[in-house]
């Protein structure tokens, strides 16, 4: 099974600024990527998704993420976050197999 | 779009009770999971079910077990809840694909607290 390592545990960011949020694997293997967002009190609901093709994955809400196998990382950007943007990111690969494996997650706090 | 229901958002248990969690889904999804949610921990798979009466024990299955009758529904019961089964249980569904390479689709979780 794949390990997921999630950098940062918590990113804090003031409005209109550009964060990244980083996602190292373990395996250089194909893999299926993903990045799912939890809003306080609410389920993971996915962003985007890199399954082949181009390395630049853009998602939902501005969000895109860069594929770099050599590097086995699937590192999370937007240029400009919103204060709406305030919640948990997780990180999930699949090497093939029906289940994924998360991260712990990162924490961005969107301040004004 | 995609729908998938959890039965209860909170819920309170004793020690030692049977607890069951339910959860459906709307789109003839043939995968179903169950995990669990801690903090600093991510999420990790409890069981998953791939077609009706099918199972598999996912990372942490100790103190499950699970039921799958209908292709839409996929049940989650603690045997014999105990207080370390505190958690945040989340439910997900996602198409067959090829080899992982469907996205998973949750449900809003169920706050559970066993006392």
């Known amino acids: 099974a794949q390990s997921v390592t999630q950098l940062d545990s918590q990113v804090p960011v003031f409005e209109e600024a550009p964060v990244e949020l980083r996602c190292n694997y373990s395996?250089?293997?194909?893999?299926?990527l993903f990045w799912y967002v939890q809003y306080p009190n609410q389920g993971l609901q996915l962003l985007l998704k890199y399954l082949s093709g181009s390395t630049l994955v853009k998602g939902i809400n501005g969000f895109e993420a860069e594929f770099n196998k050599s590097q086995t990382s699937f590192h999370l950007r937007k240029p400009s976050v919103h204060i709406s943007d305030t919640a948990e990111y997780f990180c999930?690969?699949?090497?093939?197999?029906?289940?994924?494996?998360f991260g712990a997650g990162t924490t961005v706090t969107v301040r004004a | 779009d995609v729908k998938v229901t959890q039965s209860s958002r909170y819920l309170v248990k004793r020690t030692g009770e049977k607890v069951f969690l339910e959860c459906v889904q709307d789109?003839?999804?043939?995968?179903m999971f169950w995990y669990r949610q801690d903090p600093g921990l991510g999420l990790r798979l409890i069981y998953f079910s791939y077609d009706v009466k099918m199972k598999e024990k996912g990372d942490i299955p100790e103190g499950y077990s699970v039921s799958r009758e209908k292709k839409e529904r996929f049940s989650l019961i603690l045997e014999s809840a105990s207080t370390n089964q505190t958690s945040m249980y989340l439910c997900?569904?996602?198409?067959?694909?090829?080899?992982?390479?469907?996205?998973?689709?949750f449900g809003d979780g169920t706050r559970l607290s066993i006392l």
């Open positions: 999930a690969v699949s090497d093939g197999d029906y289940k994924l494996s």
């Open positions: 395996s250089s293997v194909s893999v299926y």
């Open positions: 789109m003839d999804h043939e995968n």
């Open positions: 997900a569904s996602s198409f067959l694909g090829t080899f992982g390479n469907q996205p998973q689709h």
